[in-house]
């Protein structure tokens, strides 16, 4: 049996499908225990999904909001995957503060963790466990903000951490929050949504290479017998 791919024309498409997917698990969820708990991703290919969120009469007043990683710069700076969810989505549709929970980068990258943490553990439990949690991948292979050859890639304890990536991972080194493979491979559902012609090869030694998180850290919790569903363009 192969991992559930979905494939699309261009990011657009896969980007809207990956999101009505998302409000099918989240509605689910709602339906069979009262509320539900989701955590985004950052980038761009999930922006068609936010506006679509934006505009969608949903019950986000049942969904508790984390993000599977956060760039540690200001919550209002441009590379604030919060900032591009509050803009795209969380204004629009009027999403309740007390269910949003960010990653507070005005702490310091640890104190950012530590208390995101907390969070984490005060409104899920002291094991987390996601409805759905959304991620994309880098051509590199990366997910979340765990990289090729970070030890994080393999620590399967712990819930969140932060992380100080560096070039040639990213063009300037940056701390970053990132949850940990242990919530990633608890999630009731994964949805990966990937595009572009830059990340084909790394999709294919995903899928159908070796396991090896250090090297791929995109096969944590997505690959055939996960339940991970991949929306591809
Ligand atoms: C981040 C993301 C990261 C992202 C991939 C894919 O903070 O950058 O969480 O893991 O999902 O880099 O990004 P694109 O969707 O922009 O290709």
Avoid at 18 to 44: D, F, H, P, T
Wanted: hydrophobic share 45%.
């Amino acid at each position: 049996m192969s991992a559930n791919v979905r494939k699309f024309p261009d990011v657009h498409a896969a980007s809207v499908a990956c999101g009505n997917q998302i409000l099918e698990w989240l509605k689910s969820a709602i339906a069979e225990r009262g509320s539900a708990s989701l955590a985004i991703s950052g980038g761009s290919s999930p922006k068609p999904m936010f506006e679509m969120f934006g505009r969608e009469a949903f019950a986000w007043r049942s969904v508790d909001l984390f993000w599977v990683d956060e760039r540690c710069v200001p919550a209002d700076d441009p590379q604030s995957n919060y900032r591009l969810a509050r803009e795209s989505w969380l204004a629009p549709a009027q999403y309740p503060e007390a269910k949003i929970h960010r990653v507070r980068t005005e702490l310091s990258p640890d104190d950012a963790a530590r208390a995101y943490v907390e969070e984490l553990r005060s409104v899920l439990g002291a094991e987390p466990t996601f409805d759905v949690i959304h991620r994309g991948m880098g051509a590199d292979g990366h997910t979340a903000s765990l990289f090729p050859g970070s030890p994080l890639t393999v620590k399967q304890d712990g819930i969140a951490a932060a992380a100080h990536v560096e070039p040639p991972h990213l063009p300037k080194a940056q701390w970053r929050v990132t949850l940990l493979p242990a919530v990633l491979q608890a999630a009731r559902h994964t949805a990966m949504l990937v595009a572009g012609a830059d990340k084909v090869a790394a999709l294919t030694a995903v899928l159908e290479g070796t396991f090896d998180p250090m090297k791929y850290p995109s096969q944590i919790a997505s690959r055939e017998g996960s339940k991970a569903v991949w929306f591809v363009a």
